[in-house]
């Protein structure tokens, strides 16, 4: 058994919630606290109703997620919302969230993970966003169609492909989750080939103007590997039970 209290102060400090800016819907950091203990983490990318559900029922009793309870913003506490919260405390249901600090993050985070993954040394960072740079580059000579085979095995599904750029890649830039709109940055840092979640309809035109490779691996699919992680590293330090929650969105 471990304290809620000394987890979310590791957390907190490990993951820098107070330096790193972020969306305001993701509301980093602690979102739901419990009685103040804790025997099992469970992790998943969503802090959905039927990933609560399946938390409570796994015997967690911290929730350790990248997409947190109010990415809608402000509302009331009926429905589903209610429901959601209502199982949580009844379950004693702790809930701790770290979108953009969890992707930055150099050991623990969702672009390291998956770029080491892929095979991958890391070679330097882009895209800088307030301040923070939340892309990692690596340099490489790799065909493209042997980098969609990797992506691909590596996220455990199809890869959607805008054959934009050169066949024969040398400069990968890596923003995981929803940064496809982002793609107009490649060419300025030397990056021939994005590997991304997901994006907007225009990001595929735009990369074939741009002449830049486009590979969207899923938004879920690229964001598992942080939460993963995160909660092997807190059972690891705190002798805590873990489980992983797989809630698949298919984007």
Known sequence: MASLQEIVAFLDAEL????????????????????GAVTKVAAAVDASLPVVEAAVAAGADLLVVHHGMFWQGMQPL???????????MDGGLAIYSAHLPL???????NNVLMLKALGFEVSGTFFD???????????TDISRESLILKVSEVVGGSVHVCPGGPETVRKIGLVTGGAGSEVAICPKSG????ITGEGPHWSYPL???????LLYAGHYATE???VKALAGRLARDFALEQVFIDRPTGL
């Open 103 to 109: 992707d930055v993050h150099p050991e623990l985070g």
């Open 207 to 213: 990369a074939e103007e741009l002449g830049v490779n």
């Open 16 to 35: 820098r919630i107070s330096e790193i800016p972020d969306y305001s819907g993701a509301v980093n950091g602690l979102q739901l606290e419990n009685g």
């Open 78 to 88: 009926t429905r589903a919302f209610y429901r959601k919260i209502k199982a949580a």
């Open 224 to 226: 598992t590997f942080g």
């Open 129 to 139: 966003w307030k301040g923070v740079r939340l892309g990692l580059v690596a340099e």
């Open 191 to 194: 990056v021939d080939t994005f």
